[in-house]
């Protein structure tokens, strides 16, 4: 007797759960819907058309990822790892690009991450001036996500 109360509890327990999450989403649609026009109208603001539909932040993650890597390896010695890594860090720079409405940032960026694939590459990159690229290009990156984080994305 004990237990099938308490199935019976809690079932009437869900049930009241269910009826009030249910009540309170489709009062929350009726209320907060903003107009899918208000949105594109801020376009310049905002995740313009322009824009591929992917969330750039993962790929801030990537590259900050990539750009570690490629410290890391050159200081081992492991020069064909370390083009690897920064052919990816150029590559992922690229899918940000579209992202970015900072004309400057942009270029900086950019041709930060090209630098240090290019002496990679080179294969006679020195590691503390590669360290030194790497650390300007990581203040650029925090300027990114700065920047990225102002748009809605
Ligand atoms: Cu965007």
Do not use: W, Y
């Amino acid at each position: 007797i004990m237990k099938k109360s308490k199935v019976l509890f809690g079932v009437l327990a869900i049930a009241v759960v269910m009826s009030l999450v249910a009540g309170c989403g489709s009062s929350e649609k009726t209320v907060a819907q903003p107009p899918a026009s208000q949105e594109q109208a801020s376009g310049h603001q905002g995740h313009s058309a322009a824009m591929p539909k992917e969330d750039p932040m993962p790929m801030m993650k990537d590259l900050d990822k990539s750009l570690q890597d490629v410290v890391k390896q050159v200081k081992a010695g492991q020069t064909m790892d370390a083009q690897k890594s920064a052919a990816q860090l150029v590559s992922t720079t690229d899918k940000v690009m579209p992202h970015m409405m900072d004309a400057s940032l942009k270029d900086k960026l950019r041709k930060a991450a090209v630098e240090i694939k290019d002496s990679v590459n080179s294969g006679k990159a020195d590691p503390s001036a590669l360290e030194g690229k790497a650390k300007s290009m990581q203040d650029l990156m925090k300027q990114t996500t700065t920047h990225l984080q102002s748009m809605s994305h």
